[in-house]
Every structure is written in structure tokens, then in C-alpha cells.
């Protein structure tokens, strides 16, 4: 596990004691903690083993591997950090979610298009869906096509970026049950779950 944080460069990393301490003055056992940086799960670590609840918030990738393997570890019964200080024997569990992507989706295509005529599509698409700035005329875009063929690729990439409505990012919850977005059954019940309106 140190190998891995070690590669990505944690140096924000906090010892389990500190947050112990913070925990300790603040909460009680069952109470929720909210971490929006949840980063290598640290305070979810230190949360589970002094028994309460968390709720941890990533948008990087490297959760899937890092911060859900230490997770495990700590279900498992690791002797890490404070484990010895509250007699952590293991236990436990813990749900990691994903949000439904909406322009997210469309955010990783351009990122990954290789040419102009990905990028052209990509723009067809995204007048098609709608999910643009309210800011954004697509007519004046389209009427200043020159002026966008002569950017640079990266250059090209950033512009579509920025016509983007960022708020769009992931479908709302309150969206969930529009046909559109193709959300399943299951993760519909799933979320409402989490709300506890099953």
C-alpha cells in the first residue's frame, strides 16, 4: 500500500492519530463524517475503526484502487495507524458509488479525440443534446467556423470545454427517472435508498 501512495505522491497524506483527535472532539460514535477529499481514505480509515459512519467524496480515478483497497485492509483487520489505541479487530463495510456521467461523457470524448473531425462530431453531438452554456449562441459558433479551424488540436479541445453547462456534469437526482439518461432499475433503487425513500 505504501508503494502505491508513494508513486501518486500523497504528501497531503494526515496520520491516522491527528484525525483521531479532530474526531475525538468533534463526534460522537455512530455520528457521520463527511470528507469531500476523501484522497487515500484516511479519515474514512480512522472513522471506521473508532466506529462511525462516512461519507467520502473523490472525483480522481485512483480511488477505485487506492482509497477502496485501503478500505478493505481495514475490514479486514489491518494493525495500521490507531488500530493498536482503540483494539480494532476488523469489521465493517462500506458502498463506493459512482455518479451517472452526463457531460462527463461528453468532457472524456473530446479529451480523447485525436483530430478535427472527432472534434467536429463531438460538436454536432453536443448541439443535438442541448447540454451547452445557456450562455452559448451555437449559430454564432457555427457562423465563426474559420476562426475555429485555425486554433490549434489543444486549443480546439479547451474552446469545446468551455461550452459545456459544467452544472451538467452528472445527471441530478431529481433527473434520475428521465428515460433519456438510461438509469437502471437497480441504481435507481440504490439512490434512493441512500436518500431513504425506499
Keep these: 500500500m505504501f508503494i502505491l501512495m508513494k508513486i501518486i505522491d500523497f504528501t497531503g497524506q494526515k496520520p491516522e492519530a491527528l484525525i483521531k483527535r479532530i474526531l475525538d ?7 457521520i463524517v463527511l470528507d469531500f ?5 484516511t479519515t474514512a480509515a480512522t472513522a471506521l475503526k473508532m466506529g462511525r459512519r462516512f461519507i467520502g467524496v473523490e472525483q480522481m480515478d485512483y480511488v477505485e ?16 495507524g490507531i488500530s493498536s489505541d482503540v483494539n480494532w479487530q476488523g469489521g465493517g463495510s462500506f458502498v463506493c458509488c459512482e455518479l451517472a456521467k452526463l457531460n462527463q461523457t ?3 470524448k473530446i479529451e480523447a479525440a485525436q483530430d478535427d473531425d472527432a472534434l467536429q462530431a463531438i460538436w ?13 449562441k451555437p449559430v454564432d459558433i457555427d457562423t465563426a467556423a474559420e476562426d475555429f479551424l485555425s486554433l ?8 469545446l470545454m ?12 431529481c433527473d434520475m427517472d428521465d428515460a433519456e439518461y438510461e438509469i437502471s432499475e437497480t441504481d435507481k433503487a440504490f439512490t434512493k435508498s441512500f436518500y431513504r425513500e425506499a
Design 106 to 108: 461528453v468532457v472524456e
Design 124 to 136: 454536432e453531438q453536443m448541439k443535438e443534446t442541448g447540454f451547452i452554456s445557456y450562455k452559448v
Design 25 to 31: 472532539m468533534c463526534t460522537h460514535e455512530n455520528e
Design 65 to 80: 484502487n487506492i482509497t477502496v483497497d485501503r478500505l478493505k485492509s481495514v475490514i479486514a483487520g489491518d494493525n495500521s
Design 152 to 159: 490549434s488540436l489543444a486549443d480546439k479541445k479547451r474552446f
Design 37 to 41: 477529499f476523501v484522497g487515500t481514505g
Design 162 to 173: 468551455e461550452l459545456l453547462d459544467k452544472n451538467l456534469l452528472y445527471v441530478n437526482y
